[in-house]
């Protein structure tokens, strides 16, 4: 089985910086891709960030230039550094793997299979 465990969120004000990391445990096979998803109430799931199997970066527009998603050696570990922060980010941010690539999913429009529980990033104005 897989685990995710998110940590790092909290509240900042708009221009601050938040670092979120998220430690993954077991299988590894079954979680070659990691990515950050975020979701405000009400709305779907919205991929911020992914690292694929073959090490290629994708980032969503609106964090483009601003988020930058890093794994370590181990790939145990998928960070998350956070700058020029603005309210509009502010949501609940999960990890995901999957033995997918991320960038495969979303051009099939499906879910990453293991998901963290979350953590909170607040942004005020």
């Known amino acids: 089985q897989v685990q995710l465990v998110e940590s790092g969120g909290g509240s900042v004000q708009a221009g601050g ?3 979120l990391t998220c430690t993954a445990s077991g299988y590894p096979n079954s979680r070659t891709s990691m ?3 975020r979701q405000v109430p009400g709305r779907g799931r919205e991929g911020v960030a992914s690292v694929n199997s073959d090490g290629s970066i994708d ?5 483009k230039g601003r988020f930058t998603v890093s794994q370590d050696t181990s790939k145990d570990h998928l960070y998350l550094q956070m700058v020029s922060l603005e309210p509009a980010d502010t949501a609940t941010y999960y990890c995901a793997a999957d033995a997918v690539d991320m960038r495969t999913l979303q051009a099939l429009s499906m879910q990453p299979k293991y998901w963290g529980q979350g953590t ?3 942004v005020s104005s």
């Open 59 to 63: 980032y969503s527009d609106s964090v």
């Open 120 to 122: 909170q990033v607040t």
């Open 35 to 37: 990515g950050w998803f």
């Open 17 to 19: 910086s938040l670092n």
